[in-house]
């Protein structure tokens, strides 16, 4: 009489399933259930990260660059106009911006998941850290109050883009991109402490508008390569777009050409890409490379230009 084989497996072989067929035969297969395991704890952990860490470069650049350019901008001004004096309230608000971002990117995901209690940690972790540092800022500057109403229109445009899974939308983008771009006006005024710039200034407004035009004709670009490739009417909307952005910084020109050559290097990117993606595929990889590039050198064209003219 043959030996019937046991169901249990052996203490050597603790990490692995044994199969018992109707043929008598041991068939030992790997135990899938720690593989599982491994592999949801390492997407956990890959969630965790990337559910408190905004994790696209592209939009870091464009939220964070005007502001910075702001901070920039007024401390060079405060450093050379005599009714001015240093101060660090613009790299204060700065700081307190990155927060905001912080909160709009993981409050955006939360209500996009429709409040989904797995994403509302980082929420309420980066609500409490600009409530620390914000507060105080709040304090001593009572006047930023000035622009609650507009960025609280703007913020709710954002998270309705969210719920509604419309983040990508042209409204939703235009609501990011005027918040980003006004970021400029605010630290600056802050930044040169001077009153010479009230919180609405005409040096603040030129680096707003130039930021704003910038980074909308962006989404116009990235929407032709990825999400709306091959629809005449966004590529025609593009060219329009960077065509009438280039005529407008020639006329405004005045022996400085950082503008000019500004866009002239974005109306290039966006003519030539898409049509060499008629032709051949052009990888989202190199649309966002691209991207980061020529926003970094909007972000030095745009400044240098402001610099000059101090």
Request: proline residues 6%; contains cysteine; hydrophobic residues 50%.
């Amino acid at each position: 009489m043959s030996e019937q084989p046991s169901p249990c497996p052996r203490p050597h072989d603790s990490g692995r399933q044994v199969d018992t067929s109707s043929s008598g035969n041991i068939q030992i297969q790997p135990n899938a259930h720690i593989h599982a395991s491994g592999s949801r704890q390492q997407r956990s952990r890959k969630t965790t990260r990337r559910g408190w860490i905004p994790d696209q470069p592209g939009a870091w650049v464009m939220a964070l660059a005007p502001a910075l350019a702001g901070a920039i901008y007024g401390s060079v001004w405060s450093v050379i106009k005599p009714d001015a004096s240093m101060t660090a309230a613009g790299w204060l608000v700065l700081i307190c911006w990155v927060l905001c971002y912080c909160v709009e990117f993981t409050a955006a995901r939360w209500l996009k998941s429709h409040c989904n209690a797995r994403y509302l940690p980082p929420v309420i972790g980066y609500c409490i850290t600009l409530i620390v540092v914000g507060l105080p800022f709040l304090i001593m500057h009572i006047d930023i109050l000035v622009w609650a109403p507009l960025y609280t229109v703007l913020a709710a445009v954002s998270f309705a883009g969210a719920w509604f899974r419309r983040e990508r939308s042209l409204w939703a983008n235009a609501a990011a991109v005027i918040a980003a771009s006004l970021m400029a006006t605010i630290t600056l005024h802050y930044a040169a402490n001077s009153p010479s710039i009230p919180q609405v200034s005409l040096p603040g407004l030129v680096l707003s508008l130039c930021f704003a035009a910038t980074q909308f004709g962006s989404v116009l670009f990235v929407k032709t390569m990825i999400r709306e490739r091959g629809k005449r009417s966004y590529v025609v909307t593009s060219w329009v777009w960077h065509v009438a952005l280039l005529a407008w910084w020639i006329a405004a020109a005045n022996q400085n050409l950082f503008l000019v050559i500004l866009g002239l290097i974005l109306l290039a990117r966006a003519i030539a890409l898409p049509l060499i993606a008629r032709h051949q595929q052009v990888r989202p990889v190199i649309v966002g490379i691209t991207e980061c590039f020529t926003s970094l050198v909007a972000f030095g064209c745009i400044l240098g230009n402001a610099l000059t003219v101090i």
